[in-house]
């Protein structure tokens, strides 16, 4: 015998009916939910390449600290004596007049390749790169 109700459908009918609409309702909140997350997830994602773009353009704008011009000012007072000494004994009296000059061009060429009107505009990414000139300069390169 089987249960049947006003419309003449039997009971489990309508309950799997019931079901199946509750089942697809709840596909569509959850389809609603995931691509909402998707989408959450994208705009964190471009907010993050932002932010990373932006800390890389700070990085690259920041110049040379008090140490690293310190450094940069040591590196170059050594480069000009060992330059001298290479022509010079100390007690010659061109000693310091050539000290100077060799001083003044190490400067120069410094700040032209690096492109700033005072070394101590320098970027910090190129603290290396500046370091590694005053030590390798050669005035022969530049006369």
Not at 52 to 64: A, F, G, K
Request: hydrophobic residues 35%; proline residues 1%; charged residues 30%.
């Amino acid at each position: 015998m089987t249960l049947i109700n006003n419309n003449q459908q039997p009971d489990y009918m309508m309950l799997v009916e019931k079901q199946l609409q509750l089942t697809e309702s709840q596909g569509i909140a959850i389809r609603g939910l995931w691509d909402g997350m998707k989408k959450m997830q994208q705009d964190v994602n471009e907010k993050v390449e932002e932010v990373q773009l932006m800390v890389q353009e700070v990085r690259d704008s920041v110049t040379l600290t008090d140490t690293e011009c310190y450094q940069l000012q040591q590196g170059v007072r050594t480069r000009s004596i060992a330059l001298t000494k290479d022509r010079y004994k100390e007690a010659d009296g061109k000693f310091n007049e050539t000290v100077g000059k060799y001083r003044r061009m190490i400067w120069s060429k410094l700040k032209v390749l690096f492109s700033v009107a005072k070394y101590s505009h320098i970027r910090r990414i190129d603290f290396d790169d500046a370091i590694y000139f005053v030590q390798e300069f050669r005035p022969e390169d530049y006369i």
